[in-house]
């Protein structure tokens, strides 16, 4: 009896339709691993290819607002050669192209410090405080432009007063101690030094932290991340030795 059972059941697995039933189960699971694993691949695929935008997105709202900075920087240079050369027609015209650069930065002023923010903020919290380097812009970039403004257009008034004549020796009090166009100079210089570290820095961490979300997303092993604390001590001190006033 028990013989003829082992063999019903040895018939029993080699009968065709248990071994295709068999092969079926074997080809769904199999299936289904390689969908899971399509899946996730796509998944991945799909996450860094967001990174790679928000990386290119970001960079680019950084390069606007130092290219703006620079716009309002180099205005100023340009009234002041002017000034300097006793160039009245030429005066007039960059003193146009000056105000408007320095309406262009101030009407834009709120939104760039908040874009700021968000670009390299890594949580809600981090909305809801002043990053580093909308300190180093109020601190230090809009500072010079405020003086800058000052001493550019006294000297433009003190210059028509006299029909532009020669005022390149001239000491001009809203221009501190110094003669006036050396002072305008330095100051349109030390806001662009500043925007420049604030592009360096700020364009590596964004590069930083796009580069984590790519590694995570492909599974790869990452590099312990560096301490928040440390990276922004690293920044602080870059930005004040490259930012004049913080």
């Not at 920087?73 to 002017?82: F, G, V, Y």
């Not at 405080?129 to 812009?137: D, F, L, P, T």
């Not at 003086?147 to 020669?166: E, L, M, P, Q």
């Not at 809203?174 to 100079?185: E, K, P």
Request: net charge neutral; with cysteine.
């Amino acid at each position: 009896m028990r013989k003829s059972q082992a063999t019903s059941y040895s018939k029993l697995l080699r009968h065709p339709l248990l071994l295709a039933l068999i092969a079926t189960v074997i080809g769904w699971s199999y299936d289904g691993v390689v969908k899971e694993r399509e899946a996730k691949k796509l998944a991945a695929e799909i996450e860094i290819t967001e990174a790679d935008r928000r990386e290119d997105s970001a960079i680019a709202k950084l390069n606007e607002f130092v290219a703006l900075a620079h716009t309002r920087s180099i205005a100023t240079d340009l009234l002041r050669s002017a000034l300097k050369r006793e160039a009245e027609v030429e005066a007039v015209e960059k003193k146009r192209t000056y105000y408007a650069a320095y309406s262009d930065w101030n009407v834009k002023q709120p939104a760039n410090l908040q874009q700021l923010r968000q670009l390299i903020a890594q949580s809600r919290e981090d909305l809801s405080k002043r990053s580093i380097y909308e300190i180093a812009v109020e601190a230090s970039i809009s500072s010079l432009f405020r003086s800058a403004d000052a001493c550019i257009i006294n000297a433009y008034d003190t210059d028509r007063k006299i029909d532009f004549g020669d005022i390149s020796d001239m000491k001009i009090s809203s221009c501190g101690d110094g003669v006036w166009h050396l002072a305008a100079r330095q100051q349109a210089f030390d806001a662009r030094l500043c925007a420049f570290a604030i592009l360096s820095n700020m364009s590596g961490q964004i590069r930083g932290y796009n580069q984590r979300r790519r590694e995570v997303a492909m599974g790869l092993p990452i590099d312990r991340p560096d301490d928040p604390s440390d990276l922004a001590e690293r920044v602080e001190a870059e930005l004040r030795n490259s930012c004049p006033g913080m």
